[in-house]
């Protein structure tokens, strides 16, 4: 008499479990799809290059010290160089960038 209701509470966890398991399958399915990756700006150059611009340029924070922004500026630019491929314009941009948060330059923008 105990095996019929053993065997029979056993399915009904087994359906309990398997209708869990499909309706958390289909919440998984519905979920937005989230980016997995670091958003980046998206955006062009402003015309006189601010120190926010150069901070997001250079991927560092606008209040950082001189030898955080010089490694950040040596990290774009190896990326960048004109001489491995990069652009002549983006270079440019990123050593306007370093000078602006180094507070070398008076904001008269690059030469292109």
């Given at each position: 008499?105990a095996?019929p209701m053993?065997?029979?509470?056993?399915?009904?966890?087994?359906a309990i479990?398997?209708?869990y398991g499909?309706?958390?399958?289909?919440?998984?399915?519905?979920r937005?799809?989230?980016?997995?990756?670091?958003?980046?700006?998206?955006?062009g150059?402003?015309a006189?290059?601010?120190?926010r611009e150069?901070?997001l340029i250079l991927?560092?924070?606008?209040?950082?010290?001189?030898?955080?922004?010089?490694e950040?500026?040596?990290?774009?630019?190896?990326?960048n160089?004109p001489d491995?491929?990069?652009?002549?314009y983006?270079?440019?941009k990123?050593n306007?960038?370093?000078d602006?948060?180094l507070?070398?330059s008076n904001?008269?923008g690059?030469?292109f």
């Amino acid at each position: 008499m105990a095996t019929p209701m053993v065997a029979g509470a056993a399915v009904a966890a087994a359906a309990i479990a398997g209708r869990y398991g499909i309706l958390a399958w289909q919440a998984f399915k519905a979920r937005p799809i989230v980016p997995r990756m670091r958003k980046f700006y998206e955006g062009g150059f402003q015309a006189a290059m601010t120190r926010r611009e150069a901070a997001l340029i250079l991927g560092v924070r606008e209040k950082v010290v001189a030898e955080k922004v010089k490694e950040a500026h040596r990290r774009v630019m190896v990326a960048n160089h004109p001489d491995a491929g990069g652009s002549h314009y983006l270079a440019s941009k990123i050593n306007e960038a370093k000078d602006i948060m180094l507070g070398k330059s008076n904001n008269s923008g690059s030469a292109f």
